[in-house]
């Protein structure tokens, strides 16, 4: 079985609408997370503490769907 990694990172973006980070040497990388639950906590937690900066964005990427593009099954 496959192991589902989780990253979760954030950093400052062009557009709150968007995904382009403005500096990708000044991203916040919170961690690697085994499961969408703990990762999906982290990523509350750090959204919370920028939550009135709209230009700040944290994100939950799904890294063992980059790992194995063949199944990307959640």
């Known amino acids: 079985m496959q192991q589902k990694l989780h990253l979760v990172m ?3 973006v062009k557009d709150p609408t968007g995904l382009e980070f403005v ?5 916040d990388i919170v961690g690697v997370f085994p499961n969408m639950a703990t990762a999906k906590d982290a ?5 919370q503490r920028t939550v009135d900066d709209a ?4 994100v ?3 890294l063992h769907r ?4 063949e ?3 959640v």
């Open 23 to 27: 500096d990708l040497n000044d991203m």
């Open 66 to 69: 980059l790992l194995d593009p």
């Open 43 to 47: 990523w509350k937690s750090a959204a």
């Open 10 to 12: 954030g950093g400052r």
């Open 60 to 62: 939950i990427v799904h």
């Open 55 to 58: 230009e700040m964005k944290y």
């Open 71 to 73: 199944n990307n099954d």
